[in-house]
């Protein structure tokens, strides 16, 4: 085989596995948002499908499937078809430049876990990322429904507030790391110690934080915003279009989980064990992930839902001015030459 | 009525404490005992003062106790009962001949149990009522024999309930 046959073949077994990895982690977080919402709630939860209710998502995809799409009169059917893809795409998009693990060697081939790894890595999450905005807003634009342009029009400016937050705080990690290069930001936290979350707590709040808004989460949850807007933008949705923009929201958390991983708690870095073995980092980036996955559910379940004027009260008068002082600050450290940890 | 806000301490205006309070809670309820009580396996309990549907007492000897008055047809208020009585050779000269409930129509008021004379008809613990046709939910006798044995409890219970009306000497 000569080496560029196999380095496509290498590339196309890695993306592979990656985008399934994705797609199932999503299929399994239905599972987990329904079972965790009814654990907090004094409930079981799905278990009738499978063992421990475990084929729910595929009994999910198979009525999805099966279920009569309707298009509203008056909508604009070029653009409502769209939408559902534009808002599903950024987010698998987005996870190619994700570094799950280090060097991968397997029967004489050497290979970096990650589809791609960009110099630009974290500019492409952002520039990729902000593209889910055109599906949410287009969505809500084309069903010629009065609750869905509310949804996306409120969806739109809310992801577009937060995303300066969001941007900022990813900003100050690039500045202490001394690149946009998402495997070299993972490569300079190996230990416990150099994780960017010791040295940038603020930045990781203010993430997180942007994170939930970002993905139109709760508390932040004004897309769908039930009691006002029926179901925001997707209220005129059916069928698997419905499903493709919840399959983007949760693509959207899996991948802002593992960025929050990867740009704070040092991806595949095993506490204690920098020179751990490639699938022991690997099960530390799931557990990690895992772990901010759970955060999504938890907080939904926790916290009320803002006020829309609340909600940008707190991305402008606060997030907004917090993420600047600390891009300030942290600029001029590095600047200076000031070791921040 | 005047609301006077309360003063809120700074812990309580930089929101994150009381987000992780929240969280604490909430995460501490995931190992709550849970509340749900898997229906078809595990069916809701029943009781003596249940009333769930009309069921006719089949007595030791075989035969339904009903003498077919009419006295449940016509205190029924939804008109769920009908009835059409015929003799017999046996001492009480008569039976029904057919006796339906629309169970579609039945509120399971049990006026049908009071108005008995002849204790013939009493409200069983039986509940689910589901099927696939309007005529499958028309009961006729066949379905509405039960053993005085199966609503004994029942029995009892209106027996004891009915004290101070009945005389000694009316039981069947």
């Known amino acids: 085989m000569s080496p560029a046959v196999r380095e496509v073949l290498v590339w196309f077994v890695k993306a592979s596995l990656i985008y399934g990895g994705l797609l199932g982690t999503a299929a399994v977080m239905t599972l987990a948002e329904r079972k965790v919402s009814a654990w907090m709630q ?34 604009n059917r070029l653009l409502f078809r769209a939408a559902p893809l534009l808002a599903a795409m950024p987010a698998m998009l987005t996870v190619a430049v994700i570094p ?39 969505g809500g634009w084309s069903s010629n429904s009065k609750y869905s342009l509310l949804g996306g029009l409120r969806a739109s400016a809310q992801m577009v507030s937060y995303e300066l937050s969001l941007i ?62 029926v179901g925001g933008f997707h209220t005129e949705y059916s069928s698997m279009r419905f499903a493709l923009f919840f399959l983007g929201e949760y693509c959207a958390m899996i991948v802002m989980a593992s960025l929050n991983t990867t740009l704070f708690f040092g991806g595949p870095s095993v506490p204690f064990a920098p020179e751990a073995h490639w699938a022991l980092g690997l099960a530390a980036f799931a557990l990690k992930t895992a772990f901010f996955l759970f955060l999504f559910l938890w907080v939904r379940w926790t916290l009320p839902r803002f006020r829309f004027d609340q909600l940008m009260k707190l991305g402008w008068k606060v997030m907004l001015p917090a993420a600047l002082a600390n891009l300030f600050l942290t600029g001029g450290a590095v600047a200076l030459g000031v070791d921040l940890w | ?103 579609l129509r039945c509120i399971l008021c049990g006026f ?12 069983s613990d039986e509940l689910e009522l589901a099927d696939t046709s309007r005529a499958a939910l028309l009961y006729d006798l066949d379905k509405l024999k039960r053993p005085k044995s199966a609503l004994q409890r029942r029995i009892d219970y209106v027996y004891r309930i009915n004290q101070r009306w009945r005389k000694p000497s009316s039981t069947s």
């Not at chain 1, 799950?100 to 589809?115: E, M």
């Not at chain 2, 249940?50 to 077919?68: F, I, M, N, W, Y």
């Open chain 1, 42 to 75: 004094y409930r079981i939860g799905p278990n009738r499908v499978g063992p421990w209710g475990l084929l729910q998502p595929i009994a999910d995809l198979i009525k999805f499937l099966c279920k009569e799409e309707m298009i509203p009169d008056g909508a």
């Open chain 1, 100 to 138: 799950f693990g280090g060097a991968v060697k397997i029967g004489g081939v050497t290979t970096n876990l990650s589809v791609t790894d960009l110099d630009i890595g974290a500019l492409y999450v952002l520039a990729i990322g902000g593209l889910g905005v055109y599906g949410v807003i287009l």
């Open chain 1, 168 to 229: 900022l705080a990813i900003l100050a990690v690039v500045a202490v790391s001394g690149s946009l290069d998402l495997r070299a930001i993972v490569e300079g936290q190996r230990t416990l110690g150099e994780w960017n979350v010791f040295a940038q707590p603020l930045a990781f709040l203010l993430f997180t934080i942007a994170s939930f808004a970002e993905t139109n989460r709760h508390p932040f949850d004004f897309a769908e915003c039930e009691p006002e807007l």
């Open chain 2, 1 to 103: 009525m005047i609301v006077r806000r309360k003063e809120l301490s700074l812990a309580e205006r930089v929101y994150l404490p009381e987000i992780a309070r929240g969280l604490a809670l909430t995460f501490g309820k995931l190992f709550a005992k849970k509340m749900t009580r898997q229906y078809p396996e595990q069916p809701l309990p029943t009781d003596e003062v249940t009333r769930g549907q009309p069921r006719l007492v089949v007595k030791e000897d075989g035969h339904v106790a009903c003498v077919s008055c009419g006295l449940c047809e016509a205190a029924c208020p939804a008109y769920a009962i009908t009835i059409d009585g015929g003799e017999t050779d046996r001492p009480i000269e008569r039976e029904p001949v057919r006796f339906e409930i629309d169970m």
């Open chain 2, 112 to 123: 049908c149990e009071e108005a008995c004379p002849k204790d013939a008809i009493f409200m």
